[in-house]
């Protein structure tokens, strides 16, 4: 699985357009900021809505306490006052700054479909005639219409994605493995083995449904 993600990895990042090749670095970039930004709402709100639920954790959680102390705040109600205003004013910011990325990402995705669009449209523009009329006419639809959005959305986006979720599950797997290494090793036992064999289930369902597809678009046009 590793392997064919770096060599898909690769094979898409050398036909990117050169123009759009520092954006496809920089989004990537975003995209595991947000995943990160989005982790860390998790681990805020959960600490919040625990000792909201029970106050006693205030006096037993060492960081609480002291910021507790640090603010010079004596009533466990004002202190929860606090914490909580200030967690939903970071989700605001978290949510906001996770709709920002995902406009950024579909910007990125469309920008890219019309660049190919356009350029495969001069390509078939700058053919002769007797080239061009030997071309059969629903390959060249699909190619300025489908292929561009389906080479953008579904196989450069979700590379993205996937990169993102690779990096993010490695700190997780990672923080799991320091906190609690009887945890770690239950997934390792339970989770993984399952997690290769879909894979391996699913990769072969994949490129045949691929097939299929390539053979049934152009009678559809």
């Known amino acids: 699985m590793t392997r064919t993600y770096f060599r898909t990895y690769k094979s898409v990042y050398t036909m990117l357009p050169a123009r759009f090749k520092p954006r496809f670095v920089a989004l990537q970039l975003l995209i595991l900021l947000t995943g990160v930004v989005d982790l860390l709402g998790l681990a805020i709100f959960i600490p919040v809505l625990s000792a909201v639920s029970d106050h ?3 006096e037993q959680s060492e960081y609480l306490s002291r910021l507790k102390a640090l603010l010079n705040i004596s009533r466990n109600e004002d202190f929860l006052f606090v914490i909580f205003l200030t967690a939903l004013g ?6 906001s700054f996770i709709i920002l990325s995902h406009w950024i990402q579909s910007k990125f995705v ?9 350029h495969t449209f ?15 006419s629903s390959r060249v639809v699909r190619e300025l219409t489908i292929s561009p959005q389906h080479y953008a959305k579904y196989l450069v986006m979700p590379l993205l994605l996937l990169s993102s979720e690779f990096t993010i599950m ?22 993984f083995p399952i997690a290769f064999l879909f894979h391996l289930f699913l990769k ?16 559809l046009l």
């Open 56 to 58: 006693s954790l205030i």
């Open 90 to 95: 970071f989700f605001i910011l978290r949510s």
């Open 110 to 118: 469309f920008s890219l479909s019309e660049y190919v669009g356009v």
């Open 170 to 191: 490695g700190f997780a797997v990672a923080g799991i493995a320091i906190y609690n290494l009887n945890v770690f090793i239950l997934l390792a036992c339970t989770v």
């Open 122 to 136: 001069k390509y078939y523009l700058n053919q002769n005639y007797e080239t061009f009329k030997a071309i059969d």
């Open 204 to 219: 072969r369902r994949i490129r045949n449904y691929g097939i299929v597809q390539n053979e049934l678009t152009p009678l």
